[in-house]
């Protein structure tokens, strides 16, 4: 149906043109197609008027009456009009997804009854409701129309729907559509109703006077007439034309409105008029009903309250605003008058959103925009009072003092508050009870919900430092909802060790988790002591710059200093500070590398400790010294040996038996020092354990570290070196005196010893000690010298930052002047180089072009203008189109001659054993010659195409094109074939598997069919891995012979995956078969026997050993052995090659194959995940190596890898050859052989002389494992053939398959039978296929052929016809979506195919410019141009293709429109997309630019894919053709041989038995039979069907004689009627036969008789050819 003003005008007019020329009948035929075309004018105004009200698409005009019996739409419509009384949830089967699948149900009835309800609600009169039966069971559809008329006129009227057009004359049917629907009122005996007299009957089921308010309503429209607005108004105020809601400042509104109203009116009333004379008017036919004046009065009621709302929208008067949404001319629901804050809100947001949709052109919302935001800002005020309602239930729980309570409160979603933990109940009741008793008042919702966000966030840092990470804490820390500040993320680890020690001692109290200022108090305290810590490095480094400069003095304030926080500093030592610590810092630099070697805080804190212990030392020591010179100038032996056992004066070898001794020369010793010097000053100096200088004096008790300046040394005392001087003196001459009474020399050996063990001790844990603590040394250093590093690169950050100006200044200075140099330089440059830049610039712009596309392919998001100079590759090219036929042609002839072929060689084999037979007198030469004919039939035909659906009657193509649907349903769903292989017996299951998946598949033709074809593989795999029981071993899975792997296995040794192993192995397998000297013997027992023969050979004498013997007895000779290790070395180098070529032809190996291989790895480790991963791959191995290609090596003559003619076999050495090779290859594959036993078992015998090969096997199968790992790394299929769900849609080409008519039966017949077990679902799509299919049909009423009743003659005719070949091409009945996201997907497809086209003829930066800037003529003129080119190739390539290539109509629709319509359509598409966020306004829609140029990709890899498939399935028909010349040549043979049995048959005279459809001998006598029966007889018998026009009972009287003729096989066939001879004609018997074998049943003879073919052989076979006859 198309649109087309004034069609049914001109039909009228050219009807009136003819009447005088019309007869009755013809006059009446030509009313009831009027009356038709008006009734189909009313459903498609009908359709129109529902489609505006409830927002949907609703099914064709002609589809209409059918779509509206579920009375969903009529539902919907209920609910557009009182949605209070029909809501959504109401209506059954809202998405008629149940009415789809299973068609009516009873309850859709209740979706009429609620329709009812809702024109009873709105008030409309009972006369016009039709019953539940009209709709449901399409009595009384007219009604139906004619009820919604009435009940849109009478919405109208009261403002709360459109006004129905009028569209009599402006639609335009078909013919056909127009004489069905006339079939239609006819069947059903309907009375149109009078559908103008609607107004009429509105206005009379009024209560009031009829005369009164129809002459009230005349008067109006005869005020209307005069175009006096206040002259209509006067009228309009008559109380007797029961007008309302009447506005008396809008008279001219009313005026225009009602004007234009009654002149539309009167413009299809004219055109309606067929017959002015005869035509039946009505009053009402021009003027306007009180139903219309009245709807027309709220229309202009309705826009001008739009406009006044718009008005006060813009002003922001919300008084205004609150009076026009209450005001009745709106109607609208639910207005409050409180919430008109948030009506303002909303209606301007929507006026904002609307307005930027439509270029900011000025707007006027819609009523029903206006009552959807009214019903929103309902809903957000009903939010706010929810809210405000829960922050009292809030502040009550605080009063409450109840934790749970508090929770359950913040919880509620009313309060609309971020999340709420359960764990933190009494952190939230502590922290808000806290609020709240600061604030002495009720808390607000602000702060409620900035505590709720800071506690939740606290609460998130307590789950934190429970968990122990510092680093998931310190993100706690950092969350802004946390408000924690002075955070530094370095101190992140000690933040966790507070916080973690403050938790812990909070753990005993009510709220165990830490708050908010409990968390802040931890990170200041943390932050307070890495200040701390930074001011005291800051002092120890000080002290260290102070000990470099060598000043006791300023050394000792360093130390003094309060932050470096040291302890027991004294005054007094301060030079011995000095010393210590300059040393202690000379130490340290001896063990680095860095010369600035810095003390640390502990090392300067020993040092100072060490130095005020010596000072107590050096004071202890002194006042001994003192004591013992006390004690000799008292002379007192007993107090100088007490004085010198102080500890500090540490003298040893003191013996007291010598007291006397040390008395005496101590005291000399003191008078010699005496006579040397001064005496009385009191110093003296000792020496301490390190050797410093320490200074005493005996009179004042003081100490210095240094000699003080005027010190006089006393010589009056002796010091602490001078007394032990004295001391060991004296002790060792008592000492030498005693050892040498003793064992001096054992003594001094064993003290030796142990000093040199002491000395060796300490310095070895002195070594220990510094090589553990030598990381933390480290580690220490590193983080100072980082300190220091950041303090100078803050120092030059200040240095810049305060000069920043100058910089600037002095740079921009600096750039200036080299920018203007290099410009003159450049300047010159090019000129003096011009012809070399023209150059360039060339370059350069092909660089670009480059460029371009290498953005294209690559960028993620690559600028529109790159894209649009592609775009146009996206378009399908002559070239293209070209390509796609001659693809599409190939694999029709791809499949045609791999069936033929395979047929071909199934007859020949046929052919063999009949022959065979008829050598042993079995078969009769007949039999023999049948079948030579039926070779011979294919030979001939084997080239012929597939019969298509033209040719068959309308039935048989139904059913055919059910039968469409289901092929394509179970190619794309590989379930239900995976399911159906398992549900079949064995035996049935290899017949099923070739007939018909490879069927249904096109033996993988294309790239679409293969990818198909490996998804069922996918499934069927997995199925039968999943069947193996929990018991089962994983290598029962390859014992078991799986049925799946031999159909895998089988599918990839086609044509292409035989290409593959002949490119792999075939240079191989020739190089060892035409190695003459190459024999690979490894059987011990062969190799004796041989060798014996040889030399008795040789020789000419016997040798005398015995020739049986055992494998031992064999292996004793030296030459059985130097010949076998020979053969294993030759074993090895050959497999090895092979091994090489096995591993590097990885990419040859077929996709499928590996894809395979893939899928087989991850169901056994999905069904054995505790198997290993070498226990995987040994299967994995076992299908890739010895399922493929250990046969293709082990017999290469039988998988075509080598050419090998008849009278030229494989030798039996070759064969052992490869034999060995292969077992081999199998072992390593396997990882077999590493024993003997394995070899014992394959090689024959006691095999340990193979040991030696045991490494090679097990390296080998090493790389086994890796090649196999390899080969599973493969792309999905998805990804590998570029297809998805979506590449049907897009596609010019339309799968079709090649299949007989038998596979078709016993496919549907499988299905049937197991499809419970296919298919449990009931919603499941295939039930509906297989209901539309009904019953299994037998082969002659799927194609539509009559076939005698003779059972025998049935049968095998049965049979010939199964075989007729049949080319399907497949489609999908369910065109609707199965969900929202594929509706979105085509919408996706449908708009960049149009932004496809628009970007192609309007440049632009980005789409949304484009989009929003007009198309000039030039623009037009060009996308024109495009779409005529478009549809020329399209012409011509549905010419050359013969219908097999044809451009979805859905999508090349879109792209005829203009431009600018386009460009609107695009908008719209647009903003569905983002509404389902596919693509974004925000980036320009820069998403769908992406997808186009990921569809250019595409296109590309399409076109290569292409290409190589065309050169791949030339290759497959050039390969199957030399295959089929084969054939042909034993045909000839076969041929030549009947043939010669023929004539030698015929040598034997006349027999009868010889008799057939061969040719006599010319000498023989002629003998001809006939008979003759009459039309009555053979008509009886079904030969003869009818004769013409002859009446059965006249068939008696007609004769018919058959007679054979000198040429055998052609029979006279005469016609006779009442004796006269009519006809005559010759019937060849091997036309018959070819007519039958086409499955031709029914022919004419004689022009007007029909004749049943398969009867009439059958009766001349009986009567001629019958052995018995």
């Known amino acids: 149906m198309d649109s087309n003003n004034g069609t049914a005008g001109k039909r009228t007019s050219r009807a009136g043109d003819g009447r005088a020329h019309m007869t009755a009948d013809e006059m009446d035929e030509q009313r009831k197609q009027n009356v038709a075309y008006e009734y189909l004018c009313h459903l498609e105004e009908a359709k129109v008027w529902i489609q505006a009200c409830i927002n949907e698409e609703l099914p064709p005009t002609t589809e209409l009456e059918e779509g509206l019996r579920n009375g969903v739409y009529l539902a919907q419509l209920g609910h557009f009009l009182a949605p209070q009384v029909v809501p959504l949830k109401k209506i059954y089967d809202k998405d008629q997804s149940r009415y789809q699948s299973r068609g009516l149900h009873f309850r859709h009835t209740d979706n009429i009854n609620h329709w009812f309800v809702a024109m009873e609600k709105v008030g409309l009169p009972q006369i016009f409701y039709p019953e539940t039966t ?144 005869n035509a039946e008017h009505d009053v009402y036919d021009e003027l306007l009903t009180q139903a219309e004046i009245q709807g027309n009065i709220n229309k202009v009621n309705t826009t001008v309250s739009l406009d006044r709302l718009m008005d006060a929208l813009l002003k922001g008067d919300r008084a205004l605003i609150l009076q026009t949404l209450n005001s009745p001319s709106l109607a609208i629901r639910g207005v409050q008058n409180e919430n008109v804050d948030h009506y303002v809100q909303r209606l301007d947001e929507l006026k904002d959103i609307k307005q930027n949709n439509n270029s900011n052109e000025v707007v006027t919302l819609e009523k029903e925009e206006i009552q959807q935001a009214v019903n929103k800002a309902n809903l957000d005020a009903d939010k706010e009072y929810q809210k405000a309602r829960a922050v009292e239930l809030i502040n009550e729980a605080i009063d409450s003092c109840d934790a749970e309570q508090l929770l359950k409160a913040l919880q509620n979603p009313a309060a609309q508050l971020p999340p709420v933990f359960d764990y933190a109940c009494a952190l939230y009741f502590e922290e808000f009870h806290n609020m709240r008793d600061e604030k002495q008042s009720e808390l607000d919702y602000d702060e409620i919900s900035a505590a709720v966000r800071v506690l939740s966030a606290v609460a998130k840092i307590n789950e934190a430092i429970d968990v122990r990470d510092p680093e998931r804490t310190l993100k706690a820390l950092t969350s802004p909802e946390a408000c924690i500040p002075n955070l530094d993320e370095t101190n992140a680890d000690r933040y966790q060790t507070q916080l973690r020690e403050s938790k812990q001692a909070k753990s005993e109290s009510p709220c165990d988790l830490l708050t908010h200022f409990e968390i802040c108090t931890c990170i200041n305290v943390v932050n307070d002591q890495v200040i701390e810590e930074h001011q005291r490095i800051e002092a120890i480094q000080q002290i260290n710059n102070t000990i470099e400069k060598g000043e006791p003095g300023l050394t000792l304030k360093a130390l003094q200093v309060p932050e470096a926080k040291l302890q027991a500093v004294v005054d007094t030592q301060a030079y011995r500070y000095q010393v210590l610590l300059v040393r202690e810092k000379n130490k340290k630099s001896e063990g680095h590398t860095d010369e600035e070697a810095e003390l640390w805080l502990e090392e300067i804190q020993t040092a100072i400790d060490n130095a005020n212990k010596d000072a107590q030392f050096g004071l202890k020591l002194s006042e001994g010294v003192e004591s013992t010179n006390a004690a000799l100038d008292t002379s007192d032996a007993d107090k100088l040996l007490e004085s010198m056992a102080v500890p500090e004066l540490a003298i040893h070898s003191v013996i007291a038996d010598c007291k006397g001794m040390y008395l005496e020369k101590l005291q000399e010793a003191l008078e010699a020092k005496k006579s040397q010097g001064e005496s009385g ?484 480790e999905k069904k054995f995940p505790e198997a290993a991963e070498k226990d995987v791959l040994k299967i994995v191995g076992n299908l890739l190596y010895y399922r493929y290609i250990n046969s293709a090596i082990v017999a290469p003559d039988a998988f075509d890898i080598i050419n090998v003619e008849a009278d030229k076999q494989l030798s039996n050495d070759q064969r052992r050859n490869l034999g060995s090779v292969a077992k081999i290859l199998q072992f390593a594959a396997s990882n077999k052989g590493t024993s003997f036993e394995h070899y014992s078992e394959d090689f024959g015998g006691d095999s340990s002389y193979l040991a030696a090969m045991n490494d090679y096997i097990r390296q080998s199968h090493e790389k086994f494992k890796k090649y196999c790992v390899e080969a599973c790394e493969v792309p999905e299929p998805e990804d590998f053939f570029h297809i998805d769900q979506y590449s049907d849609i897009v596609t010019i080409a339309k799968p079709s398959i090649y299949i007989s008519v038998q596979e078709i039966i016993d496919t549907h017949q499988l299905l049937l039978h197991h499809e419970d077990q296919i298919a449990p679902d009931p919603q499941d799509p295939i039930h509906e296929l297989l209901e539309d299919l009904r019953e299994v049909p037998s082969v002659d009423e799927l194609l539509g052929t009559d076939l005698p009743e003779d059972e025998e003659m049935r049968k095998m005719l049965q049979t010939q016809l199964g075989k007729t070949e049949i080319s399907l091409t497949l489609s999908n009945k369910f065109e609707v979506p199965e969900d929202d996201q594929a509706d979105v997907q085509q919408l996706l497809v449908r708009t960049k195919r149009m932004v496809v086209d628009v970007i192609a003829c309007q440049t632009g930066d980005n789409l949304l410019q484009i989009l929003d800037s007009p198309a000039s003529e030039e623009q037009e003129e060009l996308h024109q141009s495009l779409v005529k080119k478009r549809d020329d190739r399209d012409h011509r390539a549905k010419i050359d293709s013969e219908g097999g290539l044809m451009r979805q109509q859905s999508m090349s629709g879109d792209t005829r429109m203009p431009l600018s319509m386009m460009k609107t359509k695009v908008k719209k598409n647009l903003q569905n997309l983002e509404l389902h966020e596919v693509v974004t306004r925000k980036n320009g829609y820069q998403d769908l630019v992406n997808m186009i140029a990921q569809d250019i990709r595409n296109q590309r890899n399409y076109r290569n894919s292409r290409k190589h498939e065309l050169m791949r399935v030339r290759e497959t028909v050039r390969s199957l053709q030399e295959k089929r010349m084969f054939y042909e040549s034993q045909i000839d043979y076969y041929n030549r041989y009947v043939q010669k049995c023929i004539e030698n048959l015929q040598q034997k005279g006349n027999n009868r038995k010889s008799r057939g459809i061969f040719r006599r001998d010319a000498s023989q006598k002629a003998h001809f039979e006939s008979l003759k029966y009459s039309a009555a007889k053979l008509h009886e018998k079904g030969i003869i069907l009818e004769i013409g026009t002859l009446p059965t009972n006249q068939f008696k009287n007609m004769q018919f004689e058959i007679k054979e003729t000198a040429d055998p096989g052609v029979f006279e066939v005469q016609a006779k009627l009442l004796g006269m001879e009519v006809k005559k004609i010759d019937l060849v018997f091997q036309d018959l036969l070819q007519l039958q074998y086409e499955g031709v049943a029914v022919i004419e003879l004689f022009n007007d008789a029909k004749v049943n073919v398969n009867l009439l052989i059958f009766l001349l076979n009986k009567k001629f050819y019958s052995a018995g006859k």
């Open 134 to 277: 009209d709709v449901y069971d399409r009595k009384n559809m007219p009604r139906v129309i004619y009820c919604l008329h009435a009940l849109s006129l009478y919405c109208f009227k009261l403002g709360i729907a459109p006004q129905i057009e009028d569209l009599y004359g402006k639609v335009q049917f078909t013919e056909e559509e127009i004489s069905a629907m006339k079939q239609e009122l006819e069947k059903y005996g309907i009375q149109m109703p009078a559908f103008s007299k609607i107004g009429g009957i509105l206005a009379n089921e009024m209560t009031v006077d009829d005369a009164a308010l129809h002459a009230a309503i005349i008067a109006i429209n005869e005020a209307i007439d005069k175009e006096d607005p206040e002259e209509t108004m006067k009228a309009l105020r008559n109380p007797s034309a029961m007008l309302v809601n009447m506005a008396e400042d809008l008279p001219d509104n009313y005026q225009t409105t009602l004007y234009e109203a009654k002149m539309t009116k009167s413009e299809i009333s004219r055109n309606k008029s067929m017959d002015p004379e």
């Open 681 to 1164: 000053s009191g110093w003296m100096m000792n020496r301490l354990k390190d050797g410093s200088k320490f200074y005493y004096n005996n009179n004042t008790k003081e100490y210095k570290w240094s000699r003080p300046d005027g010190v006089v040394k006393d010589h009056g005392q002796l010091n602490k070196e001078e007394i032990q001087r004295v001391v060991s003196d004296v002790t060792a001459a008592h000492d030498r005196e005693l050892l040498f009474q003793a064992n001096e020399n054992l003594i001094v050996k064993i003290q030796a010893n142990y000093r040199g063990y002491q000395a060796r001790k300490a310095y070895k844990e002195r070594l220990d000690f510094m090589k553990r603590q030598l990381p933390l040394i480290i580690k220490i250093q590193s983080k100072w010298k980082m300190v220091l590093q950041k303090n100078k690169y803050r120092e030059r950050l200040e240095y810049m930052k305060d000069n920043e100006k100058a910089a600037v200044k002095l740079q921009a200075q600096v750039r200036g002047w080299k920018a203007r140099k290099e410009y003159q330089g450049r300047k010159k440059f090019f000129c003096d180089h011009l012809a070399v830049i023209i150059k360039l610039q060339s370059y350069f712009r092909a660089n670009k072009a480059r460029h371009d596309y290498v953005t294209l392919m690559n960028n993620a998001n690559p600028p529109l203008p790159v894209v649009q100079r592609f775009v146009h590759l996206l378009d399908f090219s002559d070239v293209d189109y070209a390509e796609e036929i001659e693809l599409q042609k190939i694999r029709q002839k791809v499949v045609s001659e791999i069936k033929s072929t395979k047929q071909l060689e199934d007859d020949l084999d046929q052919m063999d054993i009949k022959i065979g037979l008829l050598i042993k007198n079995r078969v009769t030469l007949q039999d023999v010659v049948t079948h030579g004919k039926k070779l011979s039939k294919h030979r001939e035909d084997g080239q012929n195409m597939p019969k298509g659906l033209k040719g068959l009657s309308k039935a048989c193509h139904d059913r055919l094109e059910a039968y469409q649907h289901l092929f394509y349903l179970l190619q794309t769903n590989p379930l239900y074939l995976a399911k159906l292989i398992f549900e079949m017996p064995q035996n049935k299951m290899t017949k099923f598997m070739e007939a018909v998946i490879y069927s249904l598949f096109n033996y993988g033709a294309n790239q679409r069919e293969e990818f198909l074809l490996l998804k069922l593989f996918h499934k069927a795999l997995e199925e039968e891995i999943d069947r193996l029981s929990k018991v089962d071993k994983m290598s029962d899975f390859v014992t078991g012979n799986p049925l799946v792997v031999k159909m895998i296995v089988g599918f990839n040794r086609n044509q292409r995956g035989q290409n593959s192993l002949r490119e792999m192995l075939n240079p191989l397998i020739i190089e060892v078969i035409e190695d003459k000297n190459l024999r690979i013997n490894t059987n011990p027992v062969e190799v004796y026997k041989a060798w014996v023969n040889q030399t008795e050979t040789s020789t000419g004498v016997t040798s005398g050993l015995p020739y049986d013997v055992t494998t031992e007895q064999a292996l004793k000779h030296e030459e059985v052995k130097a010949v076998l290790a020979e053969s294993i070395t030759r074993l090895t180098e050959v497999t090895d090659k092979f091994l090489n070529a096995i591993f590097t032809s990885l990419d040859k190996i077929p996709y499928g194959m590996r894809y395979m291989a893939k899928v087989l790895k991850a169901a056994l």
